[in-house]
């Protein structure tokens, strides 16, 4: 075996002196009844960078023909990982006792990974001296007022907002990193934004956080609007259940136009009273979407309601039903029945101004009928 200290581990974290800091983000975490997130980034050094990639790139090649399986899979100890067909560091942190397995923390990455003990190999020494490349950090501000189900409900839409991305991070506690144990706090903004606010990732995470610990939906709307962040703005959109369609009480007597009328089982009709509502509706999408394609393809499932041009009839509100590979099937909200999008059919993600007012299609059958 090359060199196989008993007690390895990377370098101690040397941070940048500068109290700004490029960063990508690589993993966040949450455990159970935490009351927040843990959040992993890596400095974007180009020196640590390349070193890094050669690292990675020295260990895949040793490790594929490596047969030094994990003598002893203990908390601390410092190996090679196999998942799917890449090799990474990994530190582990326990044996899953009954089981050849064993659950670690990728030391570059931050995630963490269960894995097979036949995934694990003996790390060599020349493999320890590149210092851990994901470094935890917190972000600045109140995240842990949020009870730990909102957390936990957030996650994904969290990763969803910051993985894979890079941001700059104003270091708020630079002074205090040379206390052993302290994490760096950051303040992390999109430097791709114009305005300050868009690009506040802090920000954005709070908004997130709030939007899903509401229950009304008039506050969830407003909060809406109030969203600069356009990455954040589209992952709420899809938070935002289908308009409610509302009739009137058992009972009471209402003016209806039929739009369609299969049988006397199923046929759909508008209540006269709200017209002016949904003329007002159209005349605001057909201003709004007219001239306007925002790249919506028939792939994209984060979509689920769309304005639809519908020719001389204007701009319409739909709910997609079923998405194959050439189309999408949609229902119309206001006027009832169902039309196939091919690729070529104009059609934009619906905007959520167009989202306060109720569905007017309402599906119905008749009563009392004799025969």
Same mark, same amino acid.
């Given at each position: 075996?090359?060199?196989?200290?008993?007690?390895?581990?990377?370098?101690?974290?040397?941070?940048?002196?500068?109290?700004?800091?490029?960063?990508?983000?690589?993993?966040?975490?949450?455990?159970?009844?935490?009351?927040?997130?843990?959040?992993?980034?890596?400095?974007?050094?180009?020196?640590?960078?390349?070193?890094?990639?050669?690292?990675?790139?020295?260990?895949?090649?040793?490790?594929?023909?490596?047969?030094?399986?994990?003598?002893?899979?203990?908390?601390?100890?410092?190996?090679?990982?196999?998942?799917?067909?890449?090799?990474?560091?990994?530190?582990?942190?326990?044996?899953?006792?009954?089981?050849?397995?064993?659950?670690?923390?990728?030391?570059?990455?931050?995630?963490?990974?269960?894995?097979?003990?036949?995934?694990?190999?003996?790390?060599?020494?020349?493999?320890?001296?590149?210092?851990?490349?994901?470094?935890?950090?917190?972000?600045?501000?109140?995240?842990?007022?949020?009870?730990?189900?909102?957390?936990?409900?957030?996650?994904?839409?969290?990763?969803?907002?910051?993985?894979?991305? @890079? +941001?700059? $991070? &104003?270091?708020?506690?630079?002074?205090?990193?040379?206390?052993?144990?302290?994490?760096? =706090?950051? !303040?992390? %903004?999109?430097?791709?934004?114009?305005?300050?606010?868009?690009?506040?990732?802090?920000?954005?995470?709070?908004?997130?956080?709030?939007?899903?610990?509401?229950?009304?939906?008039?506050?969830?709307?407003?909060?809406?609007?109030?969203?600069?962040?356009?990455?954040?703005?589209?992952?709420?959109?899809?938070?935002?259940?289908?308009?409610?369609?509302?009739?009137?009480?058992?009972?009471?007597?209402?003016?209806?136009?039929?739009?369609?009328?299969?049988?006397?089982?199923?046929?759909?009709?508008?209540?006269?009273?709200?017209?002016?509502?949904?003329?007002?509706?159209?005349?605001?999408?057909?201003?709004?979407?007219?001239?306007?394609?925002?790249?919506?393809?028939?792939?994209?499932?984060?979509? @689920? +309601?769309? $304005? &639809?041009?519908?020719?001389?009839?204007?701009?319409?509100?739909?709910?997609?039903?079923? =998405?194959? !590979?050439? %189309?999408?099937?949609?229902?119309?909200?206001?006027?009832?029945?169902?039309?196939?999008?091919?690729?070529?059919?104009?059609?934009?993600?619906?905007?959520?101004?167009?989202?306060?007012?109720?569905?007017?299609?309402?599906?119905?059958?008749?009563?009392?009928?004799?025969?």
């Amino acid at each position: 075996h090359e060199d196989d200290p008993k007690n390895q581990s990377p370098p101690p974290d040397q941070f940048p002196p500068e109290a700004t800091w490029n960063v990508s983000v690589t993993s966040v975490l949450h455990e159970e009844a935490a009351p927040g997130y843990s959040f992993y980034v890596q400095l974007l050094q180009e020196q640590n960078r390349a070193k890094l990639c050669q690292m990675n790139k020295d260990l895949n090649s040793w490790a594929s023909f490596s047969t030094d399986l994990v003598r002893e899979a203990v908390a601390g100890k410092l190996a090679a990982v196999r998942l799917g067909m890449l090799w990474y560091r990994v530190k582990l942190l326990q044996k899953v006792v009954g089981e050849s397995q064993a659950t670690g923390r990728l030391v570059d990455k931050g995630d963490l990974v269960t894995c097979s003990e036949e995934d694990l190999r003996e790390l060599p020494a020349r493999f320890v001296s590149l210092p851990a490349q994901a470094v935890c950090v917190q972000l600045a501000g109140l995240l842990g007022v949020f009870k730990a189900g909102v957390l936990a409900s957030c996650l994904g839409r969290v990763r969803e907002l910051l993985i894979g991305k @890079k +941001f700059s $991070a &104003v270091v708020e506690n630079r002074a205090c990193l040379g206390v052993p144990g302290t994490v760096p =706090v950051l !303040s992390m %903004t999109d430097t791709g934004m114009v305005d300050r606010e868009e690009g506040n990732i802090n920000l954005a995470i709070m908004q997130l956080l709030r939007f899903a610990s509401v229950q009304s939906m008039t506050e969830k709307w407003n909060m809406l609007r109030s969203v600069r962040n356009p990455a954040l703005s589209e992952i709420l959109r899809r938070l935002v259940p289908p308009p409610s369609a509302t009739a009137p009480g058992v009972g009471e007597q209402f003016v209806v136009q039929v739009l369609s009328a299969g049988s006397p089982e199923n046929f759909v009709v508008q209540d006269v009273s709200t017209i002016e509502d949904l003329d007002r509706l159209k005349r605001d999408m057909d201003k709004f979407y007219t001239g306007r394609q925002e790249g919506w393809s028939l792939q994209n499932d984060s979509v @689920k +309601f769309l $304005a &639809v041009d519908c020719g001389s009839l204007g701009w319409r509100r739909a709910v997609i039903e079923e =998405v194959k !590979s050439e %189309t999408t099937g949609v229902r119309f909200l206001d006027y009832g029945g169902r039309k196939v999008l091919d690729k070529g059919h104009l059609a934009s993600p619906l905007d959520t101004q167009f989202m306060k007012l109720p569905c007017q299609a309402l599906s119905g059958r008749l009563g009392r009928v004799v025969g």
